[in-house]
């Protein structure tokens, strides 16, 4: 059984900074693809960043280019830094994780991980 864990968020003004980091826990010496999606009431879960099994290569959605940053300390962990926030960035957000396929794909749909943390709040004031 492998479990997400998500830690970091809160409350912050506009253009404060936030880091969130998850691991994904259960399987020993398992690399993982790795993703960070949010959601808002009455909205459907969208891609933040995501990143492959290798860590090499990430994707960001274009709302957050230039001021998010995906990455990977440990094959299992995965953070995301959150600069220059504003209010549109307010969202739970949800760690992702999946332990299938080739090390160099990154996954952007949400149907791509198997894995689910239970989700960390992030609140941006104007």
């Known amino acids: 059984q492998v479990q997400v864990e998500e830690s970091g968020g809160g409350l912050v003004q506009a253009g404060g900074s936030l880091r969130l980091s998850c691991s994904a826990s259960?399987?020993?010496?398992?690399?993982?693809?790795m993703a960070w999606f949010r959601q808002t009431p009455g909205n459907e879960r969208e891609l933040v960043a995501a990143?492959?099994?290798?860590?090499?290569?990430t994707e960001y959605a274009d709302s957050v280019k230039g001021r998010f940053s995906i990455g990977k300390d440990q094959p299992n962990t995965v953070y995301l830094r959150l600069n220059a926030l504003k209010p549109e960035d307010t969202a739970v957000y949800y760690c992702a994780a999946d332990s299938t396929g080739v090390i160099w794909v990154v996954r952007t749909a949400v149907e791509e991980y198997a894995y689910w943390g239970q989700g960390t709040q992030v609140t941006v004031s104007s």
């Open positions: 990143i492959s099994k290798s860590g090499r290569r």
């Open positions: 259960g399987r020993t010496f398992t690399a993982y693809a």
